[in-house]
Structure formats: C-alpha cells, structure tokens
C-alpha cells in the first residue's frame, strides 16, 4: 500500500516557480518564531538573502548560521561543521531550522536535526542530490565516511526561479546521481536473490520511474530549461521518497556509491579539494557498468567466478540488460553537460584500481562488485 507524504513526515512538497515566497506562510502556520537558516557562503548569495528579505514583516525571527568551509576550502559535513550548528540552537527557544542548500548543508542540517530534536524545512538551491528527504547523514568522522541516523525535513520549498539558476556543473551533478541508479537497482535485485537482503516493489518501482524520466529528458535537462530542472528535481524528490519508504538506502545506493564514498575519502586523507557527489556518482556507475557487463556477458572476472553467477546467472543475466553499457551512460552524461569519465575528475590510475578492489568495504552491501571481490 502507498504511503502518504504525512506518513512519511513530509507535510508539503512545494516545487514551483516563486515557492520561496510561500515559506513564511507555512512557518506563521507551524507556528514556528524563531528559525536557525543554516547554509554557506555560496548557497546564502544564491538564495538565503533572498529568503531572508521574504521573510520580513513576517513575525518570524531569523539567526542565520554560516556553515565555514574546512582547511581544503570546501564544506564539509563533519563534527566541526555539526558543532558550528548545534551552538546555535536553544533548546526552549528555537523552533526550527531551515537548510538553504544542496547535499553538505543538508545532512549537517538534518543530524543536528534529530539529535536536538527540532524540525527542519528543506529549500534547495541545486538539483544536484537524491538525498533532500534522506533520514540517514553522511558524515565524516575521522576521515570516514558513515551514515547515521537523521530527520527528514517536514517540508520541501524548491523553487524553480532558483533552481534554473544553478551552475550547469551542479545540475549535471544531479543527472549523475539519478544515472547511479541504473546499478543501484541491479544490485539490490542481487543482494536480494543472493543474500536476503530486503527487497520492496513500491520503492523500486518509484525510483525506476524517476530515472527513466531523467534519461528521457536528458538534452533538456542538459539546457537547463524549466521543464528539464523540473523533471530532474521531480525525480531526484521521488527518488528520495523511495529511500523514505523503504527505510533504507538501497533503492538508490549500490557499488556506484561505494566507489563514489572510497574516493571522497582518499580526498580528505590527502587534503585534496572534493568533487560533487553527483558528479562521481556518474562515473562511478559508468565503471561499474563496464565491470558486471566484462564479468556476466564474457566471464572477466578479478580472480575466478563467483559463486552467485553460477548459481543465478540466468537471473543476473535478465537483470544486466536493464543496465546500459559503458559508453551509454558515458554519453548521457555528457549530454547532461557533466564529467563522463573518471580523469576529467581527475581520479587516478593507481586510486580508481584500488577502489575496484576496496570499495565494497564502505558498506555492508551483497553487491556483485562485493561478490566478484570475494569469489
């Protein structure tokens, strides 16, 4: 049975043109008078100024928290950016807090969220993330990437006059992370015949949909019109409800993630400026692509084959048809006006083999890259 946006905590959706103009009206509703707008300095400029101006006359009293970048001058969703935050909460007197921003400033925002136990409003300012609605944050904690528990935000404000304004870069970004869920969903059917791991038609059927929607639309996203980023902020919600519905991740996560997470963290190790999430997400499903179509289509395997293979190769074979080659998804990313391969991202030889290797270690994931690893 389909679940409710109510159950699901979210109590308004809202992606339209104007949508920032009617979060006051939603706060005054709540009830809610003293608000925390966390962002950064490049999502403040983009749209928390403007929300602020909004905002005004409108009895609500705003302390704006400018999350600061770490020592490699990005933000980053760590102990440090989550202490900057929570020394701004009061807990008898803030009501909520609003995240003006992509991925960082919402997983910040959401963890601080669940722990003091206020709620969040969500106004994003890129269509670059699947992970607006996510109840789990990834954070780094000691140069590790894990996800914790989280809140959802109790309401969505994406505002397309907003959105349409997003450099190319994070727009492609958010392609990217929807073109990941091409081996996402490959592999939770894997870990689902081959290990038990929960399965749900509801949630996987939604975030089928929200891809196929982005690939047939990819040229338009790609221009950036207002049809395009809608559709593309359409799916990257749905696909985030999905998460929502099943209560986990694996509708949207799979070896892509995890090669996209192992070279996060070799960046932080050695101080390197990171990349977007999306953006690696991209490429990653690329090179995964590459490696299950080599291992279940003409049996190249890192070591021998997998146990699994000969036993479900009829189903894994099914499965892999759904998953573009390669060179497909290396030109539908192109077309969306991102990286397409792994050294325009600048990931080299010697880290992006390593990462075939290891990545399947970021999580406790049946993944067939974890099974070709382990065979």
Same mark, same amino acid.
């Given at each position: 049975?389909?679940?409710?946006?109510?159950?699901?905590?979210l109590e308004r959706v809202t992606l339209e043109k104007g949508a920032l103009g009617q979060v006051g009206s939603y706060?005054?509703?709540?009830?809610?008078r003293k608000i925390i707008l966390a962002a950064d300095a490049h999502t403040y400029e983009a749209c928390g100024r403007l929300l602020e101006h909004k905002l005004q006359g409108s009895g609500v009293e705003m302390d704006l928290c400018l999350i600061e970048p770490g020592t490699a001058g990005d933000v980053v969703a760590d102990g440090e950016s989550i202490l900057q935050l929570m020394l701004h909460v009061h807990p008898e007197l803030t009501d909520a807090l609003i995240a003006v921003g992509s991925g960082t400033i919402h997983d910040i925002v959401r963890f601080v969220s669940y722990k003091t136990g206020k709620p969040f409003i969500s106004v994003p300012t890129a269509p670059s993330v699947d992970g607006f609605t996510s109840k789990g944050a990834p954070l780094i904690v000691r140069g590790a990437k894990k996800t914790f528990p989280a809140s959802a935000?109790?309401?969505? +404000?994406?505002?397309l006059d907003i959105l349409m304004q997003a450099p190319q870069r994070l727009v492609a970004a958010g392609f990217g992370d929807m073109i990941g869920k091409y081996t996402s969903? +490959?592999?939770?059917?894997?870990?689902?015949?081959?290990?038990?791991?929960?399965y749900q038609d509801q949630a996987a059927a939604m975030t089928e949909k929200a891809l196929r929607s982005c690939v047939e639309h990819v040229d338009e996203i790609g221009q950036r019109t207002e049809k395009g980023i809608r559709i593309l902020m359409t799916a990257l919600i749905e696909s985030g409800v999905a998460m929502l519905l099943f209560g986990q991740s694996h509708p949207a996560s799979g070896a892509e993630?995890?090669?996209?997470?192992?070279?996060?963290?070799?960046?932080? !190790? !050695?101080g390197s400026r990171g990349l977007l999430h999306g953006a690696k997400v991209g490429v990653a499903c690329a090179e995964i692509s590459h490696v299950y179509h080599e291992a279940v289509e003409r049996g190249i395997y890192p070591e021998r084959e997998p146990a699994a293979l000969r036993r479900?190769?009829?189903?894994?074979?099914?499965?892999?048809?759904?998953?573009?080659s390669e060179a497909e998804i290396r030109s539908l990313l192109q077309r969306a006006g991102g990286p397409a391969s792994r050294e325009e991202l600048g990931i080299d030889a010697e880290l992006f083999e390593r990462s075939l290797r290891e990545a399947h270690l970021v999580r406790d994931r049946h993944t067939l890259l974890r099974a070709l690893n382990e065979a």
């Open positions: 049975m389909t679940k409710s946006l109510e159950e699901l905590a706060l005054q509703d709540k009830g809610y935000p109790t309401a969505i +404000f994406a505002d969903l +490959f592999d939770w059917k894997f870990s689902h015949l081959t290990a038990g791991e929960p993630h995890h090669l996209s997470h192992y070279w996060e963290m070799e960046y932080l !190790r !050695r479900y190769g009829a189903e894994v074979r099914e499965w892999l048809k759904d998953v573009p």
